[in-house]
């Protein structure tokens, strides 16, 4: 159990921007056009290694099973429906985030289910690590207990991609399949089928087992493309290769994005470069912020069903361990200027009302939370007895009716910064 979740500085603290410069790391020529670190089996679970050591009749290679990746994250053959593919709610023109402002994507037998979460962008999740619940920091000399970090999905509770993978195949809300093994029972009869067994073998549909471990391989390999999920083609990332420059304003932005008395963003959402290694803008750490509750969503319909993450319901090993209500995984910032729904339960549609609520929630609750008996309910997406986990570090944790934590010039200026984090394929809103 972590022990103290308040009172520290954001509950990351490898101490930020200020820190690198502290030690005299700023950015040098030496670190410029360093290859994006790419993730190792090495870096992930027990169960992966297992999983890794699975042996096909012929031995397929890295580019092979990319090409045949892509072809199934486009493969409506992979849905019940016939309909769905994974890209139709990871889209490749929005940086393989959602193509529209839905708050959750239709899914389910006949694209009629509202799903429970905000679709994340698949880019930029090279480097998410295994989730672990007490997560020391090496760059933090104290050995603090950072707390829970890493795994896939909101509330991390898959520990790597092909673990993932399973998930929305077999989801009621998403491609609503019976079971993998009716997933591969399909493509065997399929177009795709003759293109599996080129790759791993004549045998390759004998054991469905088998079949079922090349699917999702290759939809592993291809989230490891890094031209199609981690190109660092941003103007930011040009930027930071000393190639580009930011506008005034978009400068500022960045100033009041790090600026711990400001935003403040980068403590949960790293902005620069780290031992070489370009910022992924999380530090995978989980957090409470108080998300209101998103009463559109077809399952908030029950006023008894809250989704708090970390502790459930859809996650059901931390149950029993009120301390983690209400934390969620802290999402990349890389391409969300192209998003148009934000936050796990997709309650916001702007940048401009993220903006907002970050620096009013507390002085100005009312515009964000509603009313019960005369009094504003904050943070009324969490059973009373765990609002006391919502984080209260800047911009949070102003009094009520002081000036917000930035105004509205500075919004402006930290979203024009934002948006320098669109990569140069990615379709501008
Ligand atoms: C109906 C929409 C939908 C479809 C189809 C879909 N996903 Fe997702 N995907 C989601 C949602 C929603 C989440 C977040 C789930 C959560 O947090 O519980 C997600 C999460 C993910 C994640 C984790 C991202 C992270 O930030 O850790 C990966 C990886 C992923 N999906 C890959 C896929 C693949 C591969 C396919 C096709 C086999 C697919 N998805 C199909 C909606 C979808
Ligand atoms: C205390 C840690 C923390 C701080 C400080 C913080 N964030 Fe976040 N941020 C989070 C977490 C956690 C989430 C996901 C919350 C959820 O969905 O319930 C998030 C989500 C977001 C999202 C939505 C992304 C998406 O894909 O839906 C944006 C945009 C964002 N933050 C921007 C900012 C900016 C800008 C600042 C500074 C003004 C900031 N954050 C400060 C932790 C933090």
């Excluded at 101490?15 to 993730?39: E, N």
């Excluded at 029950?302 to 989704?307: E, K, V």
């Excluded at 904050?378 to 765990?386: G, K, Q, S």
Aim: aromatic letters at 10%; glycine letters at 8%; a neutral charge.
């Amino acid at each position: 159990m972590p022990t103290d979740r308040k009172g520290r500085p954001g509950r990351r603290g490898w101490g930020g921007p200020t820190a690198l410069l502290a030690a005299g790391l700023t950015f040098s020529a030496a670190c410029r056009d360093q290859p994006p670190p790419v993730p190792t089996p090495a870096t992930q679970s027990a169960t992966a290694k297992s999983f890794y050591a699975d042996h096909f009749s012929r031995r397929a290679t890295a580019a092979e099973m990319t090409v045949l990746g892509r072809e199934l994250f486009f493969a409506p053959q992979l849905s019940l429906s016939g309909r769905m593919s994974c890209a139709t709610c990871h889209d490749p023109a929005f940086a393989y985030g959602p193509p529209n402002d839905r708050a959750t994507q239709l899914g389910g037998p006949d694209l009629g289910s509202a799903g429970l979460r905000a679709v994340p962008s698949l880019r930029y999740l090279q480097t998410v690590p295994a989730f672990e619940e007490h997560h020391f920091d090496e760059a933090i000399e104290d050995g603090t207990d950072q707390g829970p970090s890493g795994g896939h999905t909101w509330d991390g509770r898959a520990n790597t991609t092909h673990d993932q993978a399973r998930l929305p195949l077999t989801s009621p809300f998403e491609m609503a399949n019976p079971s993998v093994e009716a997933v591969v029972a399909r493509l065997e009869k399929g177009p795709l089928a003759a293109r599996f067994r080129a790759v791993f073998g004549d045998d390759v549909f004998a054991e469905p087992a088998r079949a079922v471990t090349a699917l999702l391989k290759c939809l592993e390999i291809f989230q490891q493309s890094p031209q199609d999920f981690y190109p660092y083609s941003s103007r930011y990332d040009a930027y930071l290769r000393g190639q580009a420059g930011l506008t005034p304003a978009e400068q500022h932005g960045l100033a009041l994005f790090d600026d711990p008395k400001k935003g403040n963003c980068a403590s949960c959402h790293p902005s620069q470069l780290r031992k070489g290694a370009f910022p992924q803008f999380t530090d995978f750490g989980f957090n409470a912020i108080g998300v209101p509750r998103n009463r559109a969503l077809p399952a908030n319909q029950d006023p008894g069903h809250f989704d708090m993450g970390l502790c459930g319901p859809v996650r059901i090993d931390l149950t029993d361990h009120p301390a983690y209500c209400g934390f969620f995984r802290v999402p990349g910032l890389r391409n969300t200027a192209v998003r148009r729904a934000f936050f796990h339960n997709g309650v916001f549609h702007t940048l401009e009302q993220v903006m907002d609520f970050y620096v009013a929630r507390d002085t100005n609750a009312g515009k964000f939370y509603p009313r019960r008996q005369g009094q504003v309910d904050a943070f009324d997406d969490l059973p009373a007895e765990h609002r006391k986990n919502v984080n209260h570090d800047p911009p949070f944790g102003r009094q009520a009716g002081a000036p917000a934590a930035l105004t509205k010039g500075e919004i402006r200026d930290v979203i024009a910064f934002l948006n320098t984090l669109t990569d140069a394929d990615v379709k501008r809103r």
